[in-house]
């Protein structure tokens, strides 16, 4: 799906404080099939701009349209895959995948979905399970099975491996490149993980400090699958582009709390 960012800005006000300038003059164009990464230092807005291209925030003023269509309110053509998997412990693990789908389809067809997208996923032996007897990378899995099952046309993922450890990590990146591989689905990708981002994306957007603005939209020119060393000097020049965005970040958490 085409998605399209225009002059997003987004303003929190603070309890007896200035009101908190979080995102400033956002503008990007994703087209169909891309797979996008959001990229920057702590509280850059990265999580904040993905909530609002998924309808569950506003901006301050601006706009986000998918298929030329105004993002108001969530809606079924867009899913989202959140940090933590956020699974219903009473349900197993086909229930938790067909959950949202219990009005759109009858229960053959949700058995079948769950099948598919569980399958995908390598998770096919698990499905009468609970989210408990399972490991965070697992849950991790029956949240994307979930967010595939939706069959929206746009993906949304807020850093969706950040809490799992390295290696499970790096298996989940390639489940992740497979699935996009195969569905071609648009993906908007956020990350601190300069690595990860280049492994995965078509384009890499940096962001700045707070108020987060776009300081770098570059394409990642590599075939796939992508290897360290065609990945290094990728690396060392992004974090090059961040080195001085994260020094800000430390020197304005150090005058606050000097200040306070």
């Not at 706009?63 to 009473?90: C, H, I, R």
């Not at 079948?112 to 991790?140: C, I, R, T, W």
């Amino acid at each position: 799906m085409y998605l399209d960012i225009n002059n997003i800005s987004k303003s929190f006000q603070r309890k007896d404080e200035e009101p908190l300038q979080a995102l400033e003059n956002i503008n990007m164009e994703i087209n169909e099939g891309e797979f996008i990464s959001l990229l920057g230092p702590s509280g850059c807005g990265k999580s904040t701009l993905l909530s609002m291209i998924a309808g569950l925030s506003k901006p301050s003023s601006g706009s986000v349209y998918l298929e030329n269509e105004k993002v108001t309110k969530p809606g079924p053509d867009k899913s989202m895959v959140f940090q933590e998997p956020a699974l219903f412990p009473w349900m197993p693990v086909k229930e938790n995948v067909t959950f949202p789908l219990r009005k759109k389809m009858g229960k053959q067809k949700q058995d079948q979905a769950a099948a598919d997208y569980l399958k995908m996923v390598h998770l096919s032996q698990f499905a009468e399970n609970y989210p408990h007897e399972l490991s965070g990378g697992m849950q991790q899995r029956v949240a994307i099975a979930r967010a595939l099952a939706m069959d929206s046309g746009l993906l949304l993922m807020d850093e969706p491996f950040g809490a799992l450890d390295e290696q499970t990590r790096q298996v989940l990146q390639d489940e992740v490149e497979n699935i996009w591989m195969n569905t071609q689905k648009t993906i908007v990708f956020v990350t601190h993980s300069i690595r990860e981002a280049i492994k995965l994306s078509d384009r890499v957007i940096i962001m700045s400090a707070r108020p987060g603005t776009i300081i770098s939209d570059f394409k990642v020119d590599l075939e796939r699958p992508r290897q360290k060393q065609g990945m290094a000097a990728l690396e060392e020049n992004v974090m090059a582009i961040l080195k001085t965005e994260i020094e800000n970040v430390m020197e304005e958490e150090l005058q606050y709390a000097r200040s306070h």
